[in-house]
Structure formats: structure tokens, C-alpha cells
């Protein structure tokens, strides 16, 4: 069974930094890419960046480029999103999902972690 | 891409079929089976539902099924019941390693 755990959320002053880790396992990490996903409060989802399998390629939303950097430790199965300068509008709940390649070539989010909450504020 | 436009809100009876659309464009939802479902209850996790516009995942039940047609993609959901109610999301990929979601449609179950 696929399973993924999010932790690092918190309290943070705007201008502030903050890491993600997401655990992952029931799956060959490696085997996968991986991707965040975010959710302001009483707000809809947003995709926010995702990596490759080996980690050699990373893609982000233009509202984080430059202050988010997501990272993957594959020997210890584990998927990080470091934050940094962070502003009132990342306020956000944050999950992990893990990405599948479907047989058309078309990637969606399979399973999902059950979030971290991001609050940024003074 | 801009986000994907979704009703604010459906409701249905029991046992009745409700439909959910998500509206793109052409370089998005027009463009092939790009677009997934997703099904998020109050305080959970967001939960697969379809994905390559009609197909499901194991476990998924068979009472959910999507479409397309042009722009517009469609989850429509038949013999409603109470465990349906939730919020619903759409989701185009874009390519490279880009996605874009819907602003969600709460299902009531009347």
C-alpha cells in the first residue's frame, strides 16, 4: 500500500523559510516522479512543483520560482519542498502526491499524503 | 494556462446521475485525455477518481465515470448517494511537468 506522510508545516514570519519533508513507501521511489500540490484555506488546489524520478529535473509554478526548491532523497524515500522568503498568500495546506504515467502518456496524481499546514503570518 | 472553470456547486437526489464540468481550452482539456478527477471530503486528502479523461483506478468505483467533448470535460456521477457529497476538481496537464486544476464543484446530496 502506497503510503506518504507529510511533516515540517508550521508557524512562520513572512520573509521566512521553511521545509517540507514528505516519507514515502509501498512503492520503488525512484520508480516515480513526485510533485506538491497546495490548498489555502477554503481555496481550491494548486499545483506547485514536481521532480523526476531521479531528481534531475524539477518544474515550478511562476509564483515560486526562485523561493521554493523541491528535492528527493532516494536512498532514504523521502520528498522535501524548501521554502524560503515566504509571503502571507503561501498560507496553503500542502500534499505530496505521487505521480503516474498512464498508458496514453498522460501524468496524473495517483495518491496523495494527508498535508501539512504552511501558515505564514506576523 | 489560466484555471479551469467549474460550477460553484451541484446537487442531486439519491439514486439520481449528476454531471460536473470543467471547462478549458484547446491547448488544455481540448487538447487529447489529459484531464483527471479528483474527490476531496472535508478535511482529507484529495482522492483519484479518473484519469486520461475516462478511466478509473482500481478501487475507484464504477459509478463515477468522465468524458469529453471539445473544451469541455465531465465527470458525471450516477446512482448518487450520500458518500458522494464532497468537493470535486479537475485537472489538465499541461506538459512539461505542468498542471492545472479546476476551482472545484461541492456535490450536495439533497
Known amino acids: 500500500e502506497v503510503q506518504l506522510l507529510e511533516s515540517g508545516g508550521g508557524l512562520v514570519q513572512p520573509g521566512g523559510s521553511l521545509r517540507l519533508s514528505c516519507a514515502t513507501s509501498g512503492f520503488t521511489f525512484n520508480n516515480y516522479a513526485m510533485s506538491w500540490v497546495r490548498q489555502a484555506p477554503g481555496k481550491g488546489l494548486e499545483w506547485v512543483s514536481a521532480?523526476?524520478?531521479?531528481?534531475?529535473?524539477?518544474e515550478y509554478i511562476d509564483s515560486v520560482k526562485g523561493r521554493f526548491t523541491i528535492s528527493r532523497d532516494i536512498s532514504g524515500n523521502t520528498l522535501y519542498l524548501q521554502m524560503t522568503s515566504l509571503r502571507a498568500e503561501d498560507t496553503a495546506e500542502y500534499y505530496c502526491a505521487k505521480i503516474s504515467l498512464g498508458m496514453s502518456g498522460i501524468f496524473y496524481f495517483d495518491s496523495w499524503g494527508q498535508g501539512t499546514l504552511v501558515t505564514v503570518s506576523s | 494556462h489560466s484555471a479551469l472553470t467549474q460550477p460553484a456547486s451541484v446537487s442531486g437526489s439519491p439514486g439520481q446521475s449528476i454531471t460536473i464540468s470543467c471547462t478549458g481550452t484547446?491547448?488544455?482539456?481540448?487538447?487529447?485525455?489529459?484531464v483527471s478527477w479528483y474527490q476531496q471530503h472535508p478535511g482529507k486528502a484529495p482522492k483519484l477518481m479518473t484519469y486520461e479523461g475516462s478511466k478509473r483506478p482500481s478501487g475507484a468505483s464504477n459509478r463515477f465515470s468522465g468524458s469529453k467533448s471539445g473544451n469541455t470535460a465531465s465527470l458525471t456521477i450516477s446512482g448518487l448517494q450520500a458518500e458522494d457529497e464532497a468537493d470535486y476538481y479537475c485537472c489538465s496537464y499541461t506538459g512539461n511537468s505542468n498542471w492545472i486544476f479546476g476551482g472545484g464543484t461541492k456535490v450536495t446530496v439533497l
Open positions: 484547446s491547448s488544455d482539456v481540448g487538447s487529447y485525455n489529459l
Open positions: 521532480i523526476s524520478g531521479s531528481g534531475r529535473s524539477t
